[in-house]
């Protein structure tokens, strides 16, 4: 064989090209395309994070940083999850500073998958997850949330998918496609489950600053949860840092450890101007964390009615910044109804099904565009529903 593909890993070669990246190639052909379709703020960073950035520059922080990174910044990670999610987490050993929440997702299955160790998803969820675990040898294994649920899992879905390989179960609330967030009840039924089956918990808590409805509760801020979770977050969303790549891990100090062992050899540290920047964020930058979580709601109740109003069923998001109606109404499915609607209408969704297959009969719609980019995509959806409709008289 000469073929350059035989060198690929067997492990890779198994992984499926990411859903979402088809819409993407289609979209950016086409012109005046109207795009609900990524996940990231339409914020720019705030100003003085970014000068904090320049600064740093200016004054010659262009070195590594320790490898979990500026001791300095892990403080104030510390004291930041302490004031908003009265958590308690010691800077030198329980703390590290990751390449995005991304891979601090990615350390954590690595530190504690061994082959055919299985960890439990809730989907539809985050396209990542899957593929992380099984470039680990892992086997992921689906829970379904339901549409009728609100898109929560209940205790009693989660355990029937636990086995004796069962070693993690990853959570992400608020969630990435539906925007369900846990209550603190909710949370609770799993840390039961959590203990009584001795699994792990890696939190995504990525989009804890965009949560609307309640008080967040942090799944690690539970009774007995600390020891047996691995909290992931990062700048990203909250923050509006996607491009800075910066996000964080807090872990009891063994895993901790075991973790920054890969990120020693693998990654050496976090961008250093990214890390100073992320310093400025916490310490100055909680005001406009706000001021955009406010935005992101007004938004939310303005898109969710709106969808309601044309014809869709859509349940009210929680958090992050995502609606997740459902398209069953067009008799499409979720692929076709996507790719449909950009071709027709140049409105770019996402397919429900690319987040795990109880995700088919519904679309991700991100509403972090402008109001009038968001009334234009609803005025273009109706018009397309109401063709839809008249084509097949449904
Ligand atoms: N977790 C979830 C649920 C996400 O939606 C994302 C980004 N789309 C990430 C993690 C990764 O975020 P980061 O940019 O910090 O790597």
């Not at 320790?66 to 703390?95: H, P, Q, T, W």
């Not at 935005?295 to 109003?309: A, D, I, M, P």
């Not at 869709?312 to 109404?329: E, M, Q, R, T, V």
Request: one cysteine or more; charged letters at 20%.
């Amino acid at each position: 064989m000469s073929e350059p593909s035989r060198y690929i890993s067997g492990n890779v070669s198994q992984l499926k090209p990411s859903g979402i990246r088809k819409f993407f190639d289609l979209a950016a052909n086409m012109e005046g395309v109207i795009s609900l379709g990524v996940g990231e703020p339409d914020f720019i960073t705030s100003w003085n994070v970014r000068e904090a950035c320049i600064q740093s520059l200016e004054q010659g922080y262009t070195a590594y940083t320790a490898n979990a990174g500026m001791l300095e910044l892990r403080k104030e990670i510390c004291s930041y999850l302490n004031s908003r999610f009265a958590l308690n987490y010691d800077a030198s050993s329980e703390v590290m500073v990751t390449v995005g929440a991304s891979q601090a997702l990615d350390l954590s299955l690595r530190a504690i998958l061994n082959p055919g160790e299985e960890v439990l998803l809730i989907e539809p969820c985050f396209v990542s997850y899957e593929p992380l675990i099984r470039l680990c040898g892992g086997i992921p294994v689906s829970v379904s949330a339901r549409e009728e649920n609100s898109f929560k899992p209940t205790a009693a879905d989660i355990e029937k998918k636990i086995t004796q390989k069962t070693k993690a179960l990853i959570l992400c609330s608020p969630n990435n496609p539906t925007g369900a967030q846990l209550t603190k009840k909710e949370l609770q039924e799993v840390s039961l489950l959590a203990e009584k089956h001795d699994l792990l918990v890696i939190a995504d808590e990525i989009y804890a600053e965009l949560s609307y409805e309640e008080a967040y509760t942090s799944f690690s801020s539970l009774p007995g949860m600390r020891e047996r979770t691995i909290l992931v977050s990062g700048f990203s969303k909250g923050f509006a840092m996607t491009g800075w790549r910066l996000g964080y891990a807090c872990a009891p100090a063994p895993l901790l450890a075991a973790m920054l062992k890969i990120h020693q050899y693998s990654m050496m540290c976090a961008p250093t101007m990214a890390q100073h920047a992320a310093l400025e964020a916490l310490t100055n930058g909680l005001a406009d964390v706000d001021s955009m979580k406010r935005s992101y709601r007004q938004r939310r109740n303005l898109f969710v009615e709106g969808l309601r109003e044309i014809g869709f069923s859509c349940h009210l998001p929680g958090g992050a910044f995502y609606a997740f109606p459902s398209i069953k109404n067009t008799g499409l499915s979720s692929d076709e109804y996507a790719e449909s609607l950009l071709l027709e209408e140049k409105v770019a969704v996402v397919p429900g099904s690319v987040f795990g297959s109880c995700g088919e009969g519904f679309v991700r719609c991100s509403y972090a565009s402008s109001v009038e980019q968001l009334q234009e995509a609803l005025k273009r959806m109706e018009r397309h529903l109401k063709k839809l409709q008249a084509s097949s008289n449904i």
